[in-house]
């Protein structure tokens, strides 16, 4: 109906508003809506119906919900509805958003026809009014629907780039800038995966266009708002920032989507060209050139364009934005290299840094993950194709141009990031942290000027060399190896082209040099964009702060000032120590100019304001460092920063720091006191005495204690000056410091009042310089008078308080308990304190009252030393023995003082050596001495004996007491007389008493003058007693006595006289002289003979002349040979004491080498022997070697002149070995002298060879840390340590005699082969020429001399005494001696046979194997592993002698095998052992079956080498091979036959590879059972446990223990895994049961440590199974604990374990008890009597069955099989043979039983049989390998002469043998 009303033919004014209802009704019905929407325009336009019409055009709009055909078609309609009426067009535009949210599609649909309705020839004029209403309506969503609509317009066949870019800009003019262009640019960037899209022609086209329409949509962001803005900003005005900052914000974030887009996105799209991969990537960031954004259409505008460009290109950069462009550099996959990756990042950077500004985050990242990204970038990659040698690892390198450009790209953003990034540089990148150092100090040196110590700086220049010396040899190693792989060609220093474009990557290691341009790159950024500044300005972390305190008072920082110049005002900003630093470095500063003040008077005008500028710079910065602490806002924290920056250095050990800290801390605190001084000096009257002493110290005293915050700082202040005082060395500054700490000190608790005590008596105790100084008489002042008053201050309030303490208090603490003493007065009061302390008092009380008021100083004087009552006694803390309160040198302090009872209380109970004492010290008062005098007669009076005992020198005491009485002091008249009354008796009598009236002359000159008589001695005198009377053993050292020169007078003259005599040639003489020298020589061999001499020393004056006589004497009489050599005697003893290191040179020395070495030059010599006796003499006495010089030339010289040289060779080797041992420079010319002469002279003595003499000396060599030792011939001199004249007497022995043994054989064969005495390892050492000599012996020495030697070391009357190791390697060096292979192919053939070179017999044999055990028996103390390391060392020797003949090798087995029956466990018994395990490991095949010692031996090491290790494990890796193929089942059959041959034949080598069976049965529990069978690991594990039962009892032992265990836990994994089908296990759970049986008979305790285990398992296996019967009679017979109490039982309790195994052999029996004969004999008739085939095949079969199960049964037949084997019926013999073959392979030992039969088969004239034991030939070759040979040849015989071809059979026997299957 609806549809024929309006298909009717009708004016336009005919329809009614009723149908307009009508159809506003229906306009649910699609089809309505369609019919309706085309002649909706005209109804619209039509005035009468214009109600009705917009009330039907709103519910078309509303009813348009089902976006199907039809309402796509109705909203095509409606889009192009032109309405012109305001109105209309306002009601429009409602309709507009009612379809929009009719349905969520129609968004899009509209703006697509919008869009395309525009792009048409028919365009509304409305259509920008829609797009305006519809991003109005969905800011977030239309945008995007937007964007994909110019998706598809770009996707267009034709360019429509032009187009869509006037078309956005009129979109964007005409919505006022209102659109989300973020969102905008977001959809245009996303993937869209349409048909039209996958199969787009021009995809590279559409990601170029895509990429101007980004970038022309940011440029579209700039609103006039925004250009205004920017424009202001250029001009430096600050003007609606935030628009210009939302603008770059938003232009940040669409460039860093765009980077997703093109890392992300477009490689999934298109794989674009590289060049426009990077045009795009750049074009985003507008890093492009500029026409390019403007050549399509020439927008922006030329007014506008740089002006656009420079808005959108200076913007933040966002963390994502860096990081995705770094990620594209690292990627292979995109165009983006890393060489223009770096250089983006590196501009985006430093662009965005330059942006910076206080309300914008330009460089913000979180993300510490960049600094790696950035240095990867800079990673050198050598060229794939290039293969580099294996093992060669390549160092780490960068590419050099870019590690140095990334280093500043990470400081700019290390600047803008200090918390994290910059922090992670400063902790973790030294190069970095250098850098920054650099901006923040604004000095650009290497190494940093923040390096203050000389050796650091030095150290690191060093190192740097070092690293790029390293650098350098590893790049050009590194560039060698890529050469050597492509172009071949050498690469040195000067061809290499990596060296200058390559550096090391080490970023975490030292801070590397950068280079020049760098440096000046890092300088232009900090100037730029104050890199520096931001970095000192981050507070958390403190950058500057750290390098302040690193570098403190270390040197000047001038940059500091810099930064603080430059802070312009926001010195809040640094932190308080930075602004305490640079007002210290002004200060020093000030301090260096004040004194060229002068010079600067013509400086220029700059240089003033400059000066006035800092200045006023400083007075700001002290104004605000005074406003922290006396200030309104001082507070706690700062007031403390402050102070406590200048007073720690106060104890700096620098005298500049502690004076600028003293500078700096009067300026913070004395400013503020100059504002009103008049008001604040009548406070300070009472301390005015202090304040006029020490002036300039008013900051101290005066200043600091008026802060507001004084009590916060009051503690530390204290600690610092109590610290500083020990350092101080200006005493006007510690006076200051004491004056302080006695008025402001905070005592309130003990321990503070305790430390402050110690600290000041320390300063008095220890710095004694310091307090003589303050307290000199000469400068005594009211300055010392007002220290002395607070230290007596601070030790009386100290005293009463320690005395007021309860006496169980702690006031220390333990560690300190023994410097502490605890103190009880007679009053009754205690108190315990510091030693020191005490002291200390003491030492004031000793300086006198002070002048000001003595109050104090009476106070403590009365505690210490109480009139008329006893001193307090001490007591140690620690051990609670009473401690000496007053020392000697205390008490010296106090007799010293003025103070009158200290001297009364020092002088109390005073012992007499301490009053001797007191009273020869100097500066004593004249009182003090006269109460010591008086206290000395008391002591005269009541000890005189012991008074007298202690007095060393009488007549000096008695001088010092006249001398004292001269001074004014009385008493001593009784200790005086004590002194003279004794002196008389004790002088000489010839010696007239000194006059007491001339004190005053020198003592030694009065006794010299008064000597006018001097004694004669004569015939009867005690020489002896007269020369100790001249040289006393202990002279008093403080005075001489009198004695000694008169009596050397005396002894002088009389040798003078005798001397005389002689010269005059008077024959009878007294004889003085002799007398004397043997005096001498019995006094010097006394043991006081040391002592002597160091008398005559030090009194050189008078031993001098007396030796110089002795020698006169010794001149004049030549002939009496006695004297001379007493005299020589006496001469080499005194030298040897001078000799001494601790014996200073001096006259007397020099004197006595002066004569020996006359002595020795002067006598002559009258043949060769005497001159060598000489020279053995002087050696003997260790004389100078000058002296033993001139013997040795007089003894060549003699040799040379040809005297005939008939000496004994000891005491040519004595002379010899003692000039080696000082070491002669003429030793090698004496040995020359003497071997040409003994050469050249035909000597009567052929033992004065000098072949003798040397081998003799080579043979004493003795090692260097033993000590000496009896050479190895029995008549030889002790050991010596030759050092490098071995290398003499070696070249001299092979000049002499070059076969080395043919002189004299006996000798030499020592030298070469003697064994050295002694125990432990040096007796083992060899001598350390030998080597050399062996193989000069080796090669030098004829055949028959060699042979010689050979038969010498392994005769039968071999000594014991050769080193063995010498003479093996001596055999060795004879097989292998180039001379036996001259003249041989120098190319050895592969397969060549070694010969047989060293002959032995058999004897001979037997003895170098004794020599092999010899060697590892002296290496057995090292451990067995370094003798059996020893033993396979030589074992090739061995095998050598043995080439070819095994019945050597089987005489070597006998012979070890009964030395280990005899020695049994000894060491020799295992060296046996050992060697016999190696000869079987390297020949198994010679020794079958394995010899039983070793079956009983430790098993064999897994470092020895066994020949068959290859072929075993080959062969048990095809054992565990379980490919699904019937050639793999062979193969694992046939290595099973082979393994349990091996078990049998050899198990000790199957043994040893045990560990690898266990290894190979992991992993294959983990299958369904299903699977495990048909992949054959269930029969895997059947054949280990059949070869593990062969092994048996071996398997047992504790050795094996691990890998067993380890097997046993694999197949209780098996049974547990799979134990739902244990009825296909029931054969592998007997076997285990049964092993498990064995295993507990053989090793009970360690079987049930194993079962107890595994308890939990099997208990669970067995009640999941109850059919297990076996399973259940093991667990019933283990009488196992209780799994929750006994789980974990250990291997320890051994006797539990055996106790609960007791049961278990009756159970085995019960359970396995073996087939008897009795059980078999039915079977065995039947096979006796069966006649016909069918009986015998019924047995056979019947036996068949039955060994499938129990193959142990078949060893009851094998007599009939070996019968039947030979059968004539095929099945009988056929069933034979498997049955006998299935019994050889259960019990491989019996195969040798079968080997008659097999061989009559091969021999049998029946083809058949013949051939049915070919068939079986492979299988039992393998069983039978012992046999394999014989059995071989038979078959190859049967081919021979027989009619068949068995080649197929041998070949496979063959195979089988060496397992080729394999290969």
Same mark, same amino acid.
């Given at each position: 109906m609806l549809r024929d009303q309006l298909n009717r033919?009708?004016?336009?004014?005919?329809?009614?508003?009723? #149908?307009?209802?009508?159809?506003? %009704?229906?306009?649910?019905?699609?089809?309505?809506?369609?019919?309706?929407?085309?002649?909706?325009?005209?109804?619209?336009?039509?005035?009468?119906?214009?109600?009705?019409?917009?009330?039907?055009?709103?519910?078309?709009?509303?009813?348009?919900?089902?976006?199907? %055909?039809?309402?796509?078609?109705? &909203?095509?309609?409606?889009?192009?509805?032109?309405?012109?009426?305001?109105?209309?067009?306002?009601?429009?535009?409602?309709?507009?958003? *009612?379809?929009?949210?009719?349905?969520?599609?129609?968004?899009?649909?509209?703006? $697509?026809?919008?869009?395309?309705?525009?792009? @048409?020839?028919?365009?509304?004029?409305?259509?920008?009014?829609?797009?305006?209403?519809?991003?109005?309506?969905?800011?977030?969503?239309?945008?995007?629907?937007?964007?994909?609509?110019?998706?598809?317009?770009?996707?267009?066949?034709?360019?429509?780039?032009?187009?869509?870019?006037?078309?956005l800009r009129e979109i964007i003019k005409q919505t006022k800038h209102e659109i989300n262009f973020q969102a905008f640019c977001l959809g245009l960037m996303q993937e869209r995966k349409e048909p039209q899209y996958l199969d787009m022609e021009f995809k590279e086209r559409f990601v170029v266009h895509i990429t101007d329409v980004l970038a022309v949509s940011m440029m579209l962001g700039i609103t006039a708002q925004v250009k205004e803005a920017g424009v202001a900003w250029d001009k430096g005005e600050k003007r609606n920032l935030e628009v210009l900052r939302s603008f770059q914000n938003q232009i940040a974030a669409i460039q860093r989507d765009a980077v997703w887009w093109l890392h992300t996105v477009v490689p999934s799209i298109s794989k674009l060209a590289p060049k426009d991969y990077v045009h795009c990537l750049h074009k985003v960031l507008f890093t492009e050139q500029p026409e390019t954004y403007y050549k399509w259409d020439n927008w922006p505008p030329e007014s506008d364009r740089n002006f656009f460009l420079r808005l959108c290109s200076e913007v933040p950069i966002l963390e994502d934005t860096l990081m995705r462009i770094l990620v594209i550099g690292l990627s292979r996959e995109l165009p983006?290299?890393?060489?223009?990756?770096?250089?983006?990042?590196?501009?985006?950077?430093?662009?965005?840094?330059?942006?910076?500004?206080?309300?914008?985050?330009?460089? $913000?990242?979180?993300?510490?993950?960049?600094?790696?990204?950035?240095?990867?970038?800079?990673?050198?990659?050598?060229?794939?194709?290039?293969?580099?040698?294996?093992?060669?690892?390549?160092?780490n390198l960068a590419i050099s141009t870019l590690y140095w450009k990334a280093w500043p790209l990470l400081l700019v953003v290390a600047a803008f990031n200090p918390e994290n990034i910059g922090l992670a540089?400063?902790?973790?990148?030294?190069?970095?942290?250098?850098?920054?150092?650099?901006?923040?100090?604004?000095?650009?040196?290497?190494?940093?000027?923040?390096?203050?110590d000389e050796e650091t700086r030095t150290e690191m220049i060093n190192r740097e060399l070092q690293i790029s010396q390293r650098e350098k040899q590893e790049i050009l190693a590194f560039e060698g190896h890529l050469a050597a792989a492509s172009t071949k060609q050498t690469i040195t220093e000067s061809s290499s082209l990596l060296l200058s474009q390559l550096t090391s990557l080490d970023p975490q290691g030292p801070p590397r040099r950068p280079p020049p341009h760098v440096l000046d790159q890092v300088k232009g950024l900090n100037q730029s964009l104050r890199l520096g500044h931001l970095l000192c300005r981050s507070r958390s972390p403190d950058f500057l702060l750290n390098i302040i305190q690193r570098q403190a008072s270390s040197q000047s920082m001038p940059w500091l000032a810099d930064l603080v110049q430059s802070s312009e005002g926001s010195l809040d900003v640094l932190p308080v120590q930075c602004l305490c630093e640079f007002l210290l470095h002004d200060a020093a500063d000030d301090a260096a100019t004040a004194s060229g003040e002068e010079e600067d008077e013509g400086e220029s005008r700059e240089q003033k304001a400059k000066k006035r500028q800092r200045q006023q710079k400083q007075r700001q910065l002290l104004g605000r460092l005074q406003d922290l602490l006396l200030g309104p806002k001082a507070d706690e924290q700062t007031t403390c920063e402050v102070l406590d920056y200048f007073l720690r250095r106060l104890g700096s050990s620098q005298v500049a720091s502690r004076v600028l800290a003293m500078k700096g801390l009067s300026l913070v605190l004395s400013e503020g006191s100059l504002r009103d001084g008049e008001e604040r000096e009548h406070p300070m009257e009472e301390d005015s005495g202090d304040a006029d002493l020490l002036q300039g110290y008013q900051w101290l005293l005066r200043d600091l204690p008026r802060l507001p915050l004084f009590d916060s700082v009051r503690s530390t202040t204290a600690l610092a000056l109590q610290q500083a005082i020990h350092m101080e060395t200006d005493p006007q500054t510690i006076s200051a410091y004491l004056v302080y700490l006695s008025q402001h000190t905070p005592v309130e608790e003990q321990g503070q009042h305790s430390d402050l005590a110690l600290d000041v008596a320390r300063l008095v105790v220890e710095r004694s310089t310091i307090m003589s100084h303050l307290f000199s008489k000469l400068s005594s002042s009211a300055a010392s008078d007002a220290v002395l008053s607070a230290l007596l201050s601070i030790f009386s309030r100290y005293v009463r308080r320690m005395r007021q303490s309860k006496e169980g208090e702690e006031v220390y603490s333990w560690s300190e308990s023994q410097d502490q003493v605890f103190l009880r007065w007679s009053s009754g009061e205690t108190a315990t304190m510091h030693i020191l302390v005490v002291h200390a008092m003491v030492i004031l009380l000793t300086l006198g009252p002070p002048r000001a008021g003595d109050g104090e100083f009476q106070a403590l004087l009365d505690i210490w030393f109480p009139e008329k009552k006893p001193l307090p006694t001490a007591f140690l803390v620690d051990t609670s023995e009473e401690a000496l309160l007053l020392p000697d040198w205390l008490k010296l302090r106090m007799i010293r003082s003025e103070v009158p009872r200290l001297v009364d209380a020092a002088l109390q109970d005073l012992e007499p050596q301490q009053l001797l004492l007191f009273v020869q010290s100097f500066g004593i008062p004249v009182s003090s001495m006269s109460k010591l005098l008086q206290y000395l007669d008391q002591a005269v009076a009541h000890d005189p004996q012991t008074l007298e005992q202690n007095i060393m020198d009488k007549n000096y005491m008695a001088h010092l007491v006249e001398v004292q009485h001269e001074r004014g002091a009385s008493g001593g008249q009784t200790f005086h007389s004590l002194l003279t009354a004794s002196l008389p008796p004790r002088r000489d009598s010839a010696e007239a008493p000194k006059p007491k009236s001339s004190p005053e002359q020198p003592p030694g000159q009065g006794r010299a003058r008064s000597g006018t008589q001097i004694r004669v001695l004569g015939p009867e005198d005690d020489l002896a007693g007269l020369f100790l009377q001249i040289f006393p053993l202990s002279p008093d050292p403080r005075w001489?006595?009198?004695?000694?020169?008169?009596?050397?007078?005396?002894?002088?003259?009389?040798?003078?006289?005798?001397?005389?005599?002689?010269?005059?040639?008077?024959?009878?003489?007294?004889?003085?002289?002799?007398?004397?020298?043997?005096?001498?020589?019995?006094?010097?061999?006394?043991?006081?003979?040391?002592?002597?001499?160091?008398?005559?020393?030090?009194?050189?004056?008078?031993?001098?002349?007396?030796?110089?006589?002795?020698?006169?004497?010794?001149?004049?009489?030549?002939?009496?040979?006695?004297?001379?050599?007493?005299?020589?005697?006496?001469?080499?003893?005194?030298?040897?004491?001078?000799?001494?290191?601790?014996?200073?040179?001096?006259?007397? $020395?020099?004197?006595?080498?002066?004569?020996a070495t006359q002595y020795s030059a002067r006598r002559r010599i009258s043949d060769?022997?005497?001159?060598?006796?000489?020279?053995?003499?002087?050696?003997?006495?260790?004389?100078?070697?000058?002296?033993?010089?001139?013997?040795?030339?007089?003894?060549?010289?003699?040799?040379?002149?040809?005297?005939?040289?008939?000496?004994?060779?000891?005491?040519? +080797?004595?002379?010899?070995?003692?000039?080696?041992?000082?070491?002669?420079?003429?030793?090698?010319?004496?040995?020359?002298?003497?071997? +040409?002469?003994?050469?050249?002279?035909?000597?009567?003595?052929?033992?004065?060879?000098?072949?003798?003499?040397? %081998? %003799?000396?080579?043979?004493?060599?003795?090692?260097?840390?033993?000590?000496?030792?009896?050479?190895?011939?029995?008549?030889?001199?002790?050991?010596?340590?030759?050092?490098?004249?071995?290398?003499?007497?070696?070249?001299?022995?092979?000049?002499?005699?070059?076969?080395?043994?043919?002189?004299?054989?006996?000798?030499?064969?020592?030298?070469?082969?003697?064994?050295?005495?002694?125990?432990?390892?040096?007796?083992?050492?060899?001598?350390? /020429?030998?080597?050399?000599?062996?193989?000069?012996?080796?090669?030098? @020495?004829?055949?028959?001399?060699?042979?010689?030697? &050979?038969?010498?070391? !392994?005769?039968? @009357?071999?000594?014991?005494? /050769?080193?063995?190791?010498?003479?093996?390697?001596?055999?060795?060096?004879?097989?292998?001696?180039?001379? &036996?292979?001259?003249?041989?192919?120098?190319?050895?053939?592969? $397969?060549?046979?070694?010969?047989l070179v060293l002959r032995v017999q058999a004897p001979e044999l037997i003895s170098l194997?004794?020599?092999?055990?010899?060697?590892?028996?002296?290496? +057995?103390?090292?451990?067995?592993?370094?003798?059996?390391?020893?033993?396979?060392a030589r074992l090739p020797l061995l095998l050598s002698c043995c080439r070819g003949d095994d019945e050597g090798v089987k005489r070597v087995s006998e012979h070890l095998t009964g030395c280990i029956q005899q020695r049994g466990d000894s060491v020799l018994g295992r060296r046996c052992q050992d060697l016999l395990l190696q000869l079987y490991l390297q020949q198994p095949e010679l020794r079958v079956p394995v010899p039983e010692v070793l079956l009983h031996s430790e098993a064999a090491t897994g470092s020895s080498i066994c020949k068959?290790?290859?072929?075993?494990?080959?062969?048990?890796?095809?054992?565990?091979?379980?490919?699904?193929?019937?050639? +793999?089942?062979?193969?694992?059959?046939?290595?099973?036959?082979?393994?349990?041959?091996?078990?049998?034949?050899?198990?000790?080598?199957?043994?040893?590879?045990?560990?690898?069976?266990?290894?190979?049965?992991?992993?294959?529990?983990?299958?369904?059972?299903? *699977?495990?069978?048909?992949?054959?690991?269930?029969?895997?594990?059947?054949?280990?446990?059949?070869? #593990?039962?062969?092994?048996?009892?071996?398997?047992?032992?504790?050795?094996?223990?691990?890998?067993?265990?380890?097997?046993?836990?694999?197949?209780?994994?098996?049974?547990?895994?799979?134990?739902?089908?244990?009825?296909?296990?029931?054969?592998?759970i007997s076997k285990f049961v049964q092993f498990i049986h064995k295993y507990i008979t053989c090793n009970a305790p360690v079987a049930v440590s194993f079962l107890q285990k595994h308890a939990e398992p099997l208990h669970d296996l067995s009640f999941d199974n109850s059919d297990l019967a076996m399973l259940k009679s093991l667990l019933a017979g283990l009488s196992l604990p209780s799994r929750a109490s006994r789980a974990d039982r250990g291997l320890e309790e051994e006797g539990e374990d055996e106790s609960a195994a007791g049961s278990l052999p009756l159970l085995s029996v019960s359970l396995f008890t073996p087939l008897t004969t009795a059980e078999m004999a039915p079977y065995m008739k039947r096979l006796s009597r069966g006649q016909t085939v069918e009986d015998l095949l019924e047995v056979l079969s019947d036996i068949d069955e039955m060994s499938r199960r129990r193959p142990e049964i078949l060893n009851f037949f094998s007599t009939s099989l070996q019968r039947l084997m030979s059968s004539a019926e095929e099945s009988c013999r056929n069933l034979a043979f498997?049955?006998?073959?299935?019994?050889?392979?259960?019990?491989?030992?019996?195969?040798?039983?079968?080997?008659?039969?097999?061989?009559?088969?091969?021999?049998?004239?029946?083809? *058949?049989?013949?051939?049915?034991?070919?068939?079986?030939?492979? *299988?039992?070759?393998?069983?039978?390998?012992?046999?394999?040979?014989?059995? !071989?040849?038979?078959?190859?015989?049967?081919?021979?002469?027989?009619?068949?071809?068995?080649?197929?059979?041998? @070949?496979?026997?063959?195979?089988i043998l060496h397992m080729e299957a394999v290969m």
């Open positions: 033919r009708q004016p336009i004014d005919n329809v009614s508003r009723n #149908l307009l209802r009508l159809l506003t %009704s229906t306009c649910g019905y699609k089809e309505v809506r369609l019919m309706t929407v085309q002649k909706l325009e005209m109804w619209l336009q039509n005035p009468k119906l214009t109600r009705p019409a917009q009330d039907l055009l709103m519910s078309v709009c509303m009813n348009c919900n089902t976006h199907g %055909s039809e309402d796509m078609d109705v &909203i095509s309609h409606l889009i192009k509805i032109r309405l012109k009426p305001k109105v209309l067009l306002n009601h429009y535009m409602l309709c507009v958003r *009612e379809l929009l949210n009719a349905h969520k599609d129609n968004l899009g649909t509209t703006i $697509k026809f919008v869009i395309f309705n525009e792009l @048409s020839n028919a365009r509304n004029p409305n259509n920008m009014q829609i797009l305006y209403t519809v991003l109005q309506h969905s800011s977030e969503l239309a945008p995007k629907f937007l964007a994909m609509v110019f998706q598809d317009l770009l996707t267009n066949k034709d360019d429509y780039l032009r187009a869509s870019r006037a078309l983006l290299g890393p060489a223009d990756a770096m250089e983006l990042a590196d501009h985006l950077v430093k662009r965005a840094a330059a942006v910076q500004a206080d309300d914008v985050e330009v460089l $913000k990242v979180e993300r510490i993950q960049l600094i790696d990204a950035v240095l990867n970038l800079c990673t050198y990659h050598h060229p794939e194709n290039i293969q580099l040698p294996p093992g060669y690892q390549p160092p540089a400063w902790e973790e990148y030294p190069t970095l942290k250098m850098l920054m150092e650099m901006v923040m100090t604004n000095n650009y040196s290497y190494p940093p000027c923040t390096l203050t001489q006595s009198s004695g000694p020169r008169p009596a050397a007078l005396a002894l002088q003259q009389a040798l003078g006289r005798e001397l005389a005599r002689v010269l005059q040639g008077d024959p009878e003489v007294p004889g003085i002289t002799v007398r004397f020298l043997q005096a001498m020589a019995t006094l010097l061999s006394s043991p006081h003979g040391g002592a002597l001499v160091l008398s005559m020393h030090r009194s050189h004056f008078l031993a001098c002349p007396l030796m110089r006589q002795l020698y006169q004497y010794q001149r004049c009489v030549p002939q009496d040979t006695g004297f001379s050599s007493l005299f020589l005697k006496v001469l080499m003893q005194m030298l040897q004491w001078l000799d001494s290191p601790a014996v200073e040179d001096g006259p007397l $020395k020099a004197q006595l080498k002066l004569f060769v022997r005497s001159g060598l006796l000489h020279l053995a003499e002087a050696l003997t006495f260790r004389q100078d070697l000058e002296v033993v010089s001139s013997a040795v030339r007089a003894v060549i010289a003699t040799l040379r002149s040809g005297e005939k040289c008939s000496v004994e060779p000891e005491l040519l +080797s004595k002379v010899l070995r003692g000039l080696i041992e000082v070491r002669s420079p003429h030793l090698e010319e004496l040995l020359t002298a003497l071997c +040409s002469a003994t050469t050249e002279a035909a000597s009567p003595f052929p033992a004065s060879k000098p072949i003798v003499v040397v %081998s %003799s000396l080579l043979l004493q060599e003795e090692e260097p840390p033993a000590p000496g030792k009896q050479g190895t011939d029995g008549g030889s001199l002790e050991a010596v340590q030759l050092g490098p004249s071995s290398g003499l007497l070696v070249d001299w022995l092979e000049m002499l005699d070059p076969e080395m043994v043919s002189s004299c054989p006996d000798l030499q064969q020592r030298l070469l082969f003697s064994r050295r005495k002694g125990k432990g390892p040096a007796s083992a050492q060899v001598l350390s /020429f030998r080597p050399y000599l062996l193989a000069l012996f080796t090669h030098q @020495s004829s055949w028959s001399t060699l042979h010689r030697c &050979i038969r010498v070391l !392994l005769g039968k @009357s071999r000594e014991q005494r /050769f080193d063995p190791s010498a003479s093996l390697d001596f055999l060795w060096a004879c097989i292998h001696v180039p001379r &036996i292979w001259q003249g041989r192919d120098q190319r050895t053939p592969q $397969k060549r046979r070694e010969e194997v004794e020599l092999i055990l010899a060697e590892a028996e002296t290496r +057995s103390q090292d451990g067995d592993a370094a003798a059996c390391s020893l033993i396979q068959l290790d290859g072929l075993i494990h080959r062969v048990i890796t095809l054992l565990a091979d379980t490919s699904d193929s019937r050639s +793999s089942e062979n193969r694992g059959a046939d290595a099973n036959m082979a393994c349990r041959k091996l078990a049998v034949a050899h198990p000790i080598l199957l043994l040893r590879h045990l560990p690898m069976v266990a290894a190979l049965l992991h992993g294959r529990t983990h299958l369904n059972f299903q *699977e495990f069978r048909q992949q054959n690991h269930l029969t895997f594990f059947l054949h280990v446990l059949g070869l #593990l039962e062969l092994l048996q009892p071996l398997v047992f032992r504790g050795e094996h223990q691990r890998a067993l265990w380890d097997c046993l836990r694999s197949f209780v994994r098996l049974l547990l895994n799979y134990r739902k089908s244990s009825r296909h296990l029931a054969a592998f498997s049955l006998a073959l299935r019994s050889i392979q259960n019990s491989p030992s019996i195969a040798a039983d079968f080997l008659p039969t097999f061989m009559y088969c091969l021999g049998s004239r029946d083809f *058949e049989v013949v051939q049915t034991a070919l068939r079986n030939l492979p *299988e039992y070759t393998l069983l039978c390998q012992e046999h394999a040979a014989v059995l !071989l040849h038979r078959a190859f015989l049967v081919g021979m002469y027989g009619q068949m071809d068995p080649s197929a059979q041998i @070949s496979e026997a063959l195979r």
